[in-house]
């Protein structure tokens, strides 16, 4: 399975952006899907993560409230809708993919599946 993230960029403080996981070469229909964000000199941080069947929704204390994860499988796509940006934001995410069934948010980023490569997402003040 390869995920392929896109749509990151520069926007404003308060601005909206959308990012795209794309998987291929296999199906994860049943698999944990999420994104994750790290700054340099820091670790991978939890952000978002949804189930297969579209439930067992989870998000990060810092991002709840302005941050909507979405999955459609027939598409093989996570979308990652982020609202009211703020320049704490600013990092590069991830796109993660694990068939073991458990929440994202329990699971250790050593113990994923699968990686994007990738996007960064620039807030601007």
């Known amino acids: 399975v390869q995920l392929q993230a896109s749509g990151g960029g520069l926007v404003q403080a308060g601005g909206s952006m959308r990012l795209s996981c794309t998987a291929s070469?296999?199906?994860?229909?049943?698999?944990?899907m999420g994104w994750f964000r790290q700054v340099p000199g820091r670790e991978r941080v939890f952000v978002a993560s949804i189930g297969g069947g579209g439930g067992g929704i989870y998000y990060g204390g810092s991002v709840k409230g302005r941050f909507t994860i979405s999955r459609f499988n027939d598409e093989n796509v996570v979308y990652l809708q982020m609202n009211s940006l703020k320049p704490e934001d600013t990092a590069v995410y991830f796109c993660?993919?694990?068939?073991?069934?458990?929440?994202?948010?329990?699971?250790?980023?050593?113990?994923?599946?699968?990686w994007g490569q990738g996007t960064l997402v620039t807030v601007s003040s």
């Open positions: 070469g296999g199906t994860v229909d049943n698999y944990e």
């Open positions: 993660a993919a694990d068939g073991a069934g458990t929440p994202l948010i329990l699971t250790g980023s050593y113990e994923i599946d699968y």
